[in-house]
């Protein structure tokens, strides 16, 4: 009987493990349950439907569990149909011997679906502002998913929760600027971690790749940190432009090629606003060209051609808090000819400061103003330090040039947008110009004042600019309202000629000169003074005097081999327009082109021989003259002589057209002497206008590089200028 038993038992033991080993290996496929599983999907959420087939139980002996697979099922939602691999729960033995079906878990693994697709499924569980924003910016792309879900009793996800998959060819839009395309990468979620690997994609049609960024859920935000990097491309400008905006609006980018490794990181909000942005790339730019024809480079680098090529460049950048740092190292070309470029720039939302340094020794560098040139091949060092500031000023802390024994440096500059100077606090240069003279002045801020002290300054090119100028010169200060006192102990007025002991003072109000007085003397002691002073009616007068007028007059190339003499110059100037008086007495003037033609057409070529080879000694000339808008009309130009006399007036509009006419008299001292004489000079002058001595008539027409001369070389002289001689007369 016990040995009945024991086989029974031994029978039922063997079937029912086999049973076991059966139900535990291969399961039962049925669909007796599929509707408790459809049902239990309701109870979760109304809107999601499962459309299944058979599905397979297997016994799990190790826990008294049940896990049930389908293959091939679908989820019905809102009229989509999501294609799904499989579906995997497990329910307790126990639930479903007392036909209590419950779901503790749900493991889903998708088929390839669409992005937008997946999204609406979530936002079924828990639809929110940032799915739907999700869902708008989301153009294209498809997901594969694995999917694992833990329910509670009341059948909802618990939070242990993990997803992974991989999305491919995903396309997004963010505001029709940001746009990524063939978005590809692999991710895991897990709780409160997100983490995307081997992302592929391009951004703007720029290629970039990232072995992982991590989302980290807190408290009210998600931390987003991760890497990337790009290869090496020639970029549409345009598109790159549009990502950098802000950091390059003002800079005109032609092209663009490099190659770059990203570390970022940032804060977003339930309202997806960002915060904390922080990135620190690693850039090697292998070419940068940009157009600066606005800067007028070429005025100081002479082998400018209007675009500035950037190449091997080495660049860290640091973004933090709305806060670039950007340092970079490489070739700065110049028409192809290459110097050494680093430099550090740091911008915010309130300064832009600079910090440059370049190895100048390829390129040439002129500063026409100061009559400086760094030739090509030499050794120079130009730092550039300073900021742009939020109201469009440009302030220099520092600039510097040094070269060998040359060295140039100001500090403290601050301009305006049109680079009009504000304030300077110090500007100092000691070198050599081409001319092999030493420039070495120093101008410092003493207050609201300044300081001009030095050895030797060659001043000759500003003063030929402001003679050749046409038009009233234009300050380089945005409002002056200074003095300056002057001290140098050497100043060339021309290559070969200058003063010693320079000093005095400019006074500066509105940035107009209200009251000037320079004085020097000549190595041979004689003086020479300048002065300008603003009165109460506010008219400019300016005054100068040379004991020496030779080497102001040189500089003007029809008048050759000028000696000896006094020069007065007076000028009234009001509203624009000046009027002046030239005296220059006692000197002689060795050959005058001009005189020398009119003097040989009127047959007088024995003192046109004189003018050009001894030279004519004059006693006297006055010019009195006025000024208004390069219009330069001569009212009278007297000039008289032993040998030769001369009356003139008429007009020069500036580089367009001179017109003037008058008389020359031969023999002045003669004519002169016998129209002194009471009885006889009557009758010679004559009661008539017209009747007298005889001269020569002229008139000089044209352009300034063609004139025409004409000439009436017999006439009988005018009562003015027979006047006008006797007036001399009576002065001397």
Do not use: C, W
């Not at 008219?539 to 008048?559: G, H, M, N, V, W």
């Not at 130009?637 to 007036?649: H, K, W």
């Amino acid at each position: 009987m016990i040995k009945k038993i024991i086989k029974i038992l031994l029978i039922v033991s063997l079937i029912l493990g086999l049973g076991i080993f059966y139900l535990s290996i291969f399961g039962i496929k049925t669909d007796k349950f599929n509707h408790k599983i459809t049902n239990k999907i309701l109870k979760i959420n109304k809107k999601i439907n499962l459309s299944l087939k058979d599905v397979n139980y297997l016994l799990n002996p190790y826990n008294f569990t049940i896990d049930i697979k389908t293959k091939n099922p679908l989820i019905l939602l809102e009229g989509r149909n999501l294609r799904i691999n499989d579906i995997k729960t497990n329910i307790s033995l126990k639930s479903l011997i007392n036909n209590q079906f419950s779901i503790d878990d749900l493991q889903i693994t998708t088929k390839e679906i669409k992005l937008n697709d997946l999204i609406t499924l979530v936002r079924v569980f828990k639809n929110s502002p940032q799915l739907f924003v999700l869902d708008t910016i989301i153009k294209d792309g498809f997901i594969t998913a694995n999917i694992n879900l833990n329910f509670d009793k009341n059948g909802k996800i618990k939070k242990n929760y993990k997803i992974s998959g991989f999305v491919r060819k995903a396309k997004l839009n963010i505001l029709n600027k940001a746009k990524l395309q063939n978005f590809n990468f692999n991710f895991s979620i897990d709780k409160n971690i997100y983490l995307l690997k081997k992302i592929d994609m391009q951004f703007n049609d720029i290629k970039i790749t990232s072995p992982l960024v991590e989302i980290k859920k807190m408290t009210n935000s998600f931390f987003i940190n991760g890497q990337f990097s790009n290869k090496k491309k020639n970029f549409d400008i345009e598109k790159f432009k549009a990502i950098f905006a802000n950091l390059f609006k003002d800079i005109d980018i032609q092209k663009i090629e490099f190659t770059s490794k990203n570390n970022f990181s940032f804060n977003v909000d339930k309202h997806l606003k960002i915060d904390n942005f922080k990135v620190e790339s690693i850039i090697d730019l292998n070419q940068l060209i940009v157009n600066q024809k606005y800067l007028k480079l070429k005025l100081y680098l002479p082998s400018f051609i209007e675009e500035i090529k950037l190449e091997n460049h080495r660049i860290v950048i640091n973004y933090n808090k709305n806060k670039f740092n950007i340092k970079g190292n490489g070739n700065i070309l110049l028409d192809d000819k290459f110097d050494n470029l680093s430099y550090q720039i740091i911008k915010d939302n309130i300064n832009f400061l600079f910090d440059t340094k370049i190895n100048l020794k390829n390129n040439s560098l002129l500063i026409d103003f100061l009559d400086y040139e760094k030739k090509e091949g030499s050794d120079s060092l130009v730092l550039i330090k300073g900021n742009f500031k939020k109201n469009n000023q440009l302030r220099f802390d520092l600039i510097s040039l040094k070269e060998a024994n040359s060295e140039i440096s100001i500090k403290g500059l601050d301009l305006t947008q049109s680079f009009k100077i504000l304030d300077v606090e110090n500007f100092n240069i000691n070198y050599r110009n081409d001319k092999k003279i030493l420039n070495k002045l120093n101008l410092k801020k003493n207050d609201s004042n300044f300081i001009i002290e030095g050895e030797s300054f060659d001043a000759s090119k500003i003063i030929n600019n402001i003679m050749d100028s046409d038009e009233e010169s234009t300050s380089i200060f945005k409002n002056l309202n200074s003095k300056i006192n002057i001290k140098i102990k050497k100043t060339y007025i021309n290559e070969d000629d200058y003063i010693n002991n320079l000093y005095g003072y400019i006074n500066f109000n509105n940035n107009k000169i209200n009251d000037l007085k320079l004085e020097s003397i000549f190595p041979n002691k004689k003086k020479i003074n300048l002065s300008i002073k603003t009165n109460s009616n506010s008219e400019t007068i300016t005054k100068l005097f040379s004991a020496q007028p030779k080497p102001l007059i040189k500089r003007y190339d029809f008048i050759k081999g000028f000696e000896e003499g006094n020069l007065n110059f007076y000028s009234s100037k009001k509203e624009g327009i000046s009027k002046s008086v030239l005296v220059i007495d006692n000197f002689k003037i060795k050959e005058v082109p001009v005189f020398a033609k009119l003097l040989s057409l009127a047959s007088l070529q024995g003192i046109a021989d004189l003018l050009t080879g001894e030279g004519i000694r004059f006693t006297d000339f006055e010019m009195s003259f006025s000024n208004q808008k390069g219009l330069t009309t001569i009212e009278e130009m007297y000039a008289i002589g032993p040998a030769v006399s001369i009356l003139m007036d008429g007009y020069i509009e500036s580089k367009k057209l001179v017109s003037l006419r008058g008389t020359l008299v031969p023999a002045t001292t003669v004519n002169r002497s016998i129209a002194s004489i009471p009885l006889l000079g009557k009758i010679l002058i004559g009661d008539k206008p017209g009747e007298g001595i005889f001269g020569v008539s002229f008139k000089i027409k044209g352009p300034p590089k063609n004139l025409k001369t004409t000439v009436n070389p017999i006439k009988t002289l005018t009562p003015r200028f027979i006047t006008r001689t006797l007036e001399k007369i009576k002065k001397n």
